[in-house]
């Protein structure tokens, strides 16, 4: 099977492992910081803050700018349960913004769902491709709200040669296996320039404890643990000297990919502007509005070949949870964009030949399909 997206681990970061076992510190050691710092270096941030999952950091991201019962924060549907579950952990209620036909939320919706509730909005950059980071941090401080980007999928990713990182209050990375980087399986980080939120999240990182004198420690406030290990952040160090490479591999896949389906009159790549750079996390193709019909026998004949396509995301209102909470919702192109979307795979482990096998399965299953009548 070749999966959408798949680590890569290689002899290096195994023998970073290796040499972090032997270590003194397994956890609460230098290399957690040491991981920070270079990862702040490379997105040209002041601060990093490395834990034990993209959730985590959402959550603590969350407590930091004091989310809690009775606030709301306004996000996408088109993401990971995640990003709208930590507001949930949080006691506040997640608001719903429609997305563009790239799967972005789309920023001109965002002010007529802001009420006297709203602390914070939390966009996704779908894939790698950046949103309109500006415009929505305009727009935040328009309104005096916090803007707390999760950029699980766009480590690497660039607006104007600048990276995905910087602008909003809070930054959320997540290395799980199959996100840009990894960290031994788990993890993620928050990214700020902002010293007090930093200092707030190194806290509730680690049960919101902080050290007074000798043994003498204070709980401050309710914090977790949500530490990332000393043995995570060797492995972390040594994926994030290979992210370029990865990032260029995924580039010329998709390269590959749009020139294939340019001009195809059913099948539609998401290609970002071209002042943009995308860390390609995904490689999503929406298909003409007659093929929706025919998604699921697409997708699961591909599977039977080997192509382990997948489809990013069912939207989060249409979770049974949210269901029970919040009742029916429907967002129009939300609506549509999950009914189009197919993410095909597109990573570093693959080959120019695997590629090219994908494209040419792909399309001989769409060029067969049964069109429905609209
Ligand atoms: C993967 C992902 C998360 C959660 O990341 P974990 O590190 O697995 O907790 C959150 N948001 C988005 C957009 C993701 O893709």
């Known amino acids: 099977m070749i999966p959408y997206s798949c680590q890569h681990v290689d002899e290096d970061d195994?023998?970073?492992?290796?040499?972090?076992?032997?270590?003194?510190?397994?956890?609460?050691g230098t290399t957690v910081e040491a991981f920070e710092n270079a990862l702040a270096d490379y997105l040209h941030v002041k601060h990093v803050v490395a834990l034990n999952s993209a959730t985590s950091a959402l959550h603590v991201a969350y407590r930091c700018i004091g989310l809690s019962e009775g606030d709301a924060l306004i996000t996408t549907p088109i993401t990971f349960a995640a990003t709208a579950n930590a507001a949930l952990m949080c006691g506040?209620?997640?608001?719903?913004?429609?997305?563009?036909?790239?799967?972005?939320?789309n920023e001109r919706k965002l002010e007529s769902l802001i009420t006297?509730?709203?602390?914070?909005?939390?966009?996704?950059?779908?894939?790698?491709?950046?949103?309109?980071?500006?415009?929505?941090?305009?727009?935040c401080d328009a309104h005096g709200l916090f803007l707390i980007e999760d950029a699980s999928h766009a480590l690497g990713s660039q607006i104007n040669g600048?990276?995905?990182?910087?602008?909003?209050?809070m930054s959320i990375f997540s290395f799980h296996a199959i996100k840009p980087i990894t960290t031994c399986g788990e993890g993620g980080a928050i990214a700020t320039n902002d010293t007090a939120l930093y200092e707030k999240a190194k806290k509730l990182r680690s049960h919101g404890i902080v050290k007074k004198a000798l043994w003498n420690s204070d709980m401050e406030e309710l914090g977790y643990n949500y530490r990332l290990s000393d043995v995570a952040c060797a492995m972390g160090l040594s994926q994030l000297k290979k992210l370029e490479s990865f990032i260029a591999k995924r580039a010329q896949i998709a390269a590959f990919y749009d020139e294939i389906f340019a001009g195809h009159p059913n099948v539609f790549p998401i290609t970002p502007p071209l002042h943009v750079k995308s860390a390609r996390h995904l490689y999503p193709v929406l298909l003409e509005r007659s093929l929706w019909c025919a998604k699921e026998d697409i997708f699961k004949?591909?599977?039977?070949?080997?192509?382990?396509?997948?489809?990013?995301?069912?939207?989060?209102?249409?979770?049974?949870?949210?269901?029970?909470?919040?009742?029916?919702?429907?967002?129009?192109?939300?609506?549509?964009?999950?009914?189009?979307?197919?993410?095909l795979p597109c990573h570093q482990g693959m080959d120019m030949e695997e590629a090219a096998l994908v494209a040419?399965?792909?399309?001989?299953?769409?060029?067969?399909?049964?069109?429905?009548?609209?």
């Open 92 to 105: 506040a209620t997640p608001v719903f913004c429609d997305v563009k036909y790239d799967g972005n939320m």
């Open 301 to 343: 004949a591909l599977h039977v070949k080997g192509i382990g396509v997948q489809v990013h995301y069912k939207p989060t209102y249409q979770f049974s949870h949210y269901k029970a909470l919040f009742g029916e919702q429907r967002l129009p192109n939300t609506e549509d964009f999950y009914r189009a979307e197919l993410s």
């Open 162 to 169: 600048e990276k995905v990182g910087g602008v909003a209050d």
């Open 360 to 374: 040419k399965t792909f399309l001989e299953l769409i060029n067969d399909a049964q069109g429905c009548r609209l």
């Open 14 to 28: 195994i023998a970073a492992v290796v040499e972090a076992l032997r270590g003194d510190f397994l956890t609460g």
């Open 116 to 139: 006297p509730q709203t602390k914070a909005i939390v966009p996704v950059d779908f894939g790698g491709n950046p949103v309109e980071i500006h415009a929505i941090k305009a727009l």
